[in-house]
Structures are given as C-alpha cells and as structure tokens.
C-alpha cells in the first residue's frame, strides 16, 4: 500500500561524531546511523589508520563497535592502536574474510558502527567466484548493506583504488551505498585530503584536511598555505588559491614546457585533470598564438593537492606562459576560469581567495574583470595586494609574461 506524503514522518537523521571533526565535516555532520559509507585510497594513504582513529575515539564515548580486518591480524591492528594517543583495550575486533561470520557476528554484537577492512577481501562461500572478483565484491556488499539497514549499523567500507584512480571492483559498488569517500595526497608528503565522490546525505563539497604524524592523523582546521612551498619563484610557477567547500586552499602549480621528439607530445598532470590541461594548452596556443604544439608539458600542483575548481585555469594558464617564456612570476598568483574564446571568465567567492592570498603575503593577483569590480566595490581589497584585472588571455600574456 502507498502511503500518503503527509503520514511520511521527515526528521532530520541522526548523526553521531566520528570524532575526527575533519571526517564529520566531508560526510555533512557526522555519520549517519545505518548508512554505508566506502572509504577508497591508495595503499599506504591512511585508510586503516583513520578509521581505526575513529573507532577508538567512538568506544571512548561508549558508542560499540566492530572491527572486521581481513588484511591484518590482531597483533598488527594492536600495533597499529598503540602508535595512537588514547585507551586502545576496549576495541573489539575479528580477523575475517568469510562474509556469512561476519555477518553473524553483526547480528550477535549488534555494534552501532562497523569497519570493513577491506571490502575486497571479504568473500562468500555462496558464490563460485575468487575473493576480489567483482561478483563477490558486489554480493558481499549487498549483505552487509542489507544488515546494515535492517539494524541501523553504521558501516565504514575499507576499498582499495587502481591505479587509474577507480575503486577496484564493480563502478556498482558506488551506487549501492550511501556516501563514497576517498582519501588523497602524495604519499612521501604528511598531508592527506578526504573528499565525498558521493554523498546522499551531505554535500559532496567539503574537503577534510589531515596530517599524517608520528601519532596518527590529525586534522588540519586552517590549511590554507599548508601545500604552499616557500622558496624563490623559478620560470613556470604560479600561485593557485582554490576554493573547495569552505576551504580556500593556495598551492604552487608548476609547469614544465620542453620539445618533443615525439609525433604526439606528451602531457603529464598530477593534482590537475588532463583535460584541463589539455583545454588550457588550446586556448594558449589559437588565442594567445603560443606555439606549444611541438612541446611536451608536464604539470604538477605542489604538496600533493589535487584541484578540482575551474578556478585554477588561469594559474595553470600563467604557469605554462611563464615556462614557455623562461620568465619567473615572484609572488604572483591568480584565480580564474578560462573559456575556450579565451576569455576569463568571473568565480565565486573572489573575497576569501584575496584574503587568504594576503594572508600569505602574496601582493599580485591576477583575478577576472568582474572580480576585480566587485572587491573594489565591497572596499574588500585587502591592504598591500595589487589587484590586476584580466579580460582574456591576450591580457595575462601581454601584462605578465611579454
Ligand atoms: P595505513 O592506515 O595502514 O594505510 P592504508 O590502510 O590506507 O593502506 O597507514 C599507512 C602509513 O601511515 C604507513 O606507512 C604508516 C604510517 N603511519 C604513520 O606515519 N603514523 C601513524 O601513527 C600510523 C598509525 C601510521
Ligand atoms: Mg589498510
């Protein structure tokens, strides 16, 4: 029987801090109770580590809860826990790939938040298939979201990413649970960004910042100039400030522009998308008639962030001029999107880049037109910043690079 929109009651959900305000944050306010959340990174990010922060953190508070580790053995995970500030005894865990013992042991302990470490290990006697293969991934998910909702646990889902980037296993997989997180950064580097791919309760905006220390994780509240590298300015580098969810985040992005031998040149990004890159190198080379057609160009965004906002086309822009032409940009940085006519085009929250870019003592800012007219309408100009308003890019090249 349907029933009546009016009968549905709608109170918001209940959420329950992870304690790492940093996690809360990227799932909207904390866990949600019987959501299934996947948490996917490459080996050695931090997933485990971060999750059993958690978990620690939730037994304190009395919450109960369960670890299922299928890759480490108790002494390892004990190991692990004993690195970490806190009381560490009262974590109950097993060590198990079997889904159908997992899933009794759920029913009888009935903990209100459960990690699966990792998804890919865990595996159904039911089915014929080997452990990893994307059928018994998809089936054992299917259970545990199955007794995750019928019991209102919370189910943090360790997966493992490819190479390419994708969570290894079914694409279907993201579609079955409820938030799908990944956890990023340079692995030689401390710093860590968890993002939401998905998110059914939250936004998929915010981004969580963590260092990754002698002790654990711990969350980074003001990261602004945390991937920012201090140091004389070098041809081909240029100062970012992207903005993702509330965060403003500044970075280097450097570029590095050769010739190739090869019939294709090459194009290599790390922390920005390839085809960004490729968009940008276009409008460089039939609208500001830069012959980069024969070059290689290599990319990076320094710190190990990944950029996702469109607001990094005209760094990027400014980067690869600036190593074409062998000319250093000292304290300059930029924000803006570039269209494919070449204009740049106007982003939002022009105000927090500016101020976080003074905040760091960078005194050039090359920002939209539009952005330009309205900080100077809002008086909100910070003190000892140049503001340099740019239409297109035959602006850019003509007022910075010649
Ligand atoms: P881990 O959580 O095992 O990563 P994942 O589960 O994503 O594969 O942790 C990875 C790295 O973190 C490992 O190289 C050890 C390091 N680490 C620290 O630097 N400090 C710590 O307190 C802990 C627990 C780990
Ligand atoms: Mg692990």
Request: proline share 5%; glycine share 10%; hydrophobic share 45%.
């Given at each position: 029987?349907?029933?009546?929109l009016?009968?549905?009651?709608?109170?918001?959900?209940e959420r329950?801090?992870?304690?790492?305000?940093?996690l809360?944050l990227v799932?909207?306010?904390?866990?949600?109770?019987?959501?299934?959340?996947?948490?996917?990174?490459?080996?050695?990010?931090?997933?485990?580590?971060?999750l059993?922060?958690?978990?620690l953190?939730?037994?304190?508070?009395g919450?109960?809860?369960?670890?299922?580790?299928?890759e480490e053995?108790?002494?390892?995970?004990?190991?692990?826990?004993?690195?970490?500030?806190?009381?560490?005894?009262?974590?109950?865990?097993?060590?198990?790939?079997?889904?159908?013992?997992?899933?009794?042991?759920?029913?009888?302990?009935?903990p209100?938040?459960c990690?699966?470490?990792?998804?890919?290990?865990?595996?159904?006697?039911?089915?014929?298939?080997a452990?990893?293969?994307v059928?018994?991934?998809?089936?054992?998910t299917?259970?545990?979201?199955?007794?995750?909702?019928?019991?209102?646990?919370?189910?943090l889902?360790?997966?493992?990413?490819?190479?390419?980037?994708?969570?290894?296993?079914?694409?279907?997989?993201?579609?079955?649970?409820d938030?799908?997180?990944?956890f990023e950064?340079?692995?030689?580097?401390?710093?860590?960004?968890?993002?939401?791919?998905?998110?059914?309760?939250?936004?998929?905006?915010e981004?969580?910042?963590?260092?990754?220390?002698?002790?654990?994780?711990?969350?980074?509240?003001?990261?602004?100039?945390?991937?920012?590298?201090?140091g004389?300015?070098?041809?081909?580098?240029a100062?970012?400030?992207?903005?993702?969810?509330?965060?403003?985040?500044?970075?280097?992005?450097?570029?590095?522009v050769?010739?190739?031998?090869?019939?294709?040149?090459?194009?290599?990004?790390?922390?920005?998308?390839?085809?960004?890159?490729?968009m940008?190198?276009?409008?460089?080379?039939?609208?500001?008639g830069?012959?980069?057609?024969?070059?290689?160009?290599?990319?990076?965004?320094?710190?190990?962030?990944?950029v996702e906002?469109?607001?990094?086309d005209?760094?990027?822009?400014?980067?690869?001029?600036?190593?074409?032409?062998?000319?250093?940009l000292?304290?300059?940085?930029?924000?803006?999107?570039?269209?494919?006519?070449?204009?740049?085009?106007y982003?939002?929250?022009?105000?927090?880049?500016?101020?976080?870019?003074?905040?760091?003592g960078?005194?050039?800012?090359?920002?939209?037109?539009?952005n330009?007219?309205e900080?100077?309408?809002?008086?909100?100009?910070?003190?000892?910043?140049?503001?340099?308003?740019?239409?297109?890019?035959q602006?850019?090249?003509?007022?910075v690079?010649?």
């Open positions: 029987m349907p029933q009546r009016a009968s549905v009651s709608a109170h918001a959900e329950l801090s992870s304690g790492l305000s940093e809360d799932l909207g306010g904390g866990l949600v109770q019987g959501s299934v959340v996947l948490v996917g990174g490459e080996p050695g990010i931090g997933k485990s580590t971060l059993l922060q958690a978990l953190d939730l037994e304190a508070r919450v109960a809860t369960l670890l299922v580790s299928g053995s108790p002494a390892q995970v004990k190991m692990r826990a004993r690195r970490l500030d806190g009381p560490v005894d009262d974590l109950r865990l097993i060590s198990e790939t079997r889904s159908a013992q997992v899933l009794a042991c759920l029913e009888e302990q009935m209100a938040v990690v699966v470490d990792s998804i890919q290990t865990m595996w159904s006697e039911e089915i014929s298939s452990p990893g293969s059928s018994q991934i998809r089936d054992v299917g259970q545990l979201l199955r007794v995750a909702k019928g019991n209102a646990i919370t189910m889902l360790v997966g493992h990413v490819t190479k390419a980037g994708d969570l290894a296993g079914p694409r279907v997989l993201e579609h079955m649970v938030a799908v997180l990944s950064g340079d692995r030689t580097r401390p710093y860590r960004i968890l993002r939401a791919a998905k998110n059914r309760f939250g936004s998929t905006n981004v969580g910042v963590f260092q990754m220390t002698g002790r654990g994780l711990v969350g980074v509240p003001d990261p602004s100039a945390l991937f920012l590298e201090d004389p300015a070098s041809p081909g580098a100062i970012l400030a992207a903005v993702e969810g509330s965060r403003c985040l500044l970075a280097e992005v450097q570029a590095l050769v010739s190739s031998a090869l019939a294709m040149p090459r194009r290599v990004t790390r922390g920005v998308d390839g085809n960004r890159l490729a940008v190198t276009a409008v460089l080379t039939r609208r500001a830069m012959r980069l057609g024969e070059c290689d160009i290599f990319v990076n965004v320094g710190g190990g962030l990944s906002d469109p607001a990094a005209l760094p990027l822009a400014l980067a690869v001029a600036s190593a074409l032409h062998d000319k250093p000292p304290g300059v940085a930029a924000f803006g999107e570039l269209s494919l006519t070449g204009r740049v085009r982003v939002a929250h022009g105000e927090v880049r500016v101020q976080e870019l003074a905040r760091h960078i005194e050039r800012v090359l920002a939209p037109r539009r330009v007219d900080l100077r309408d809002r008086g909100a100009v910070p003190q000892g910043v140049t503001l340099q308003a740019v239409e297109d890019i602006d850019v090249v003509r007022g690079i010649a």
